[in-house]
T-cell receptor, first 114, second 111 residues
Framework: ETGVTQTPRHLVMGMTNKKSLKCEQH?????MYWYKQSAKKPLELMFV???????ENNSVPSRFSPECPNSSHLFLHLHTLQPEDSALYLC?????????????FGNGTRLTVT | GENVEQHPSTLSVQEGDSAVIKCTYS??????FPWYKQELGKRPQLIID?????GEKKDQRIAVTLNKTAKHFSLHITETQPEDSAVYFC??????????FGKGTHLIIQP
């Protein structure tokens, strides 16, 4: 049990599909993150939510749309993706306010865009 | 954002030998230096971290050393075992939120 749960574990979608990735953390943290992991860029930060407010959008294309309804849940909405978007998408959480603190990762969603 | 350079990209050592992975950075204000381990098919997990008020921290067979003057920090694994085979990432704070990661080191333990 990781404390950070991601669904689905695997997702195959066509370029015209719309899908969403879900993340839930049970650690009482107040910040959540989306990272993309691929062979070219091993751990690339996409979005940061601090107390439900988006504080980082790391030049991510608009075909990726995050949503953070509360401090425990994070979504990544996907639409009209490209094959190069195929990667492992990792959600993480941490507790901000006590200096820098470790990230706790979920097991990721393996996305394949066909 | 802060850039962190990690070397080597691949490291192969004999079981029982030591392994050292090094990361260099440019922002002298960095004050938190974690290391993550990612086994094949699994999530990255924190294995050890150090803050800038200490120069070395040890936890059983793993240790992290920090040289703030030279702006580098290193992961040391002694008496390596097969279960140490994984990809290791160093990281640095990205402003107040999140971490930026090095490109990773694939550590291979040869039997």
């Amino acid at each position: 049990e990781t404390g950070v749960t991601q669904t689905p574990r695997h997702l195959v979608m066509g370029m015209t599909n719309k899908k969403s990735l879900k993340c839930e953390q049970h650690l009482g943290h107040n910040a959540m993150y989306w990272y993309k992991q691929s062979a070219k860029k091993p751990l690339e930060l996409m979005f940061v939510y601090n107390f439900k407010e988006q504080t980082e959008n790391n030049s991510v294309p608009s075909r990726f749309s995050p949503e953070c309804p509360n401090s425990s849940h994070l979504f990544l909405h996907l639409h009209t993706l490209q094959p190069e978007d195929s990667a492992l998408y990792l959600c993480a959480s941490s507790h901000l306010g006590q200096g820098n603190s470790p990230l706790h990762f979920g097991n990721g969603t393996r996305l394949t865009v066909t | 954002g802060e850039n962190v350079e990690q070397h080597p990209s691949t490291l192969s050592v004999q079981e029982g030998d030591s392994a050292v992975i090094k990361c260099t950075y440019s922002d002298s204000a960095s004050n938190y230096f974690p290391w993550y381990k990612q086994e094949l098919g699994k999530r990255p997990q924190l294995i050890i971290d150090i803050r800038s008020n200490v120069g070395e921290k040890k936890d059983q067979r793993i240790a992290v050393t920090l040289n703030k003057t030279a702006k580098h920090f290193s992961l040391h694994i002694t008496e390596t075992q097969p279960e140490d085979s994984a990809v290791y990432f160093c990281a640095l704070p990205l402003g107040a939120d999140g971490l930026t990661f090095g490109k990773g080191t694939h550590l291979i333990i040869q039997p």
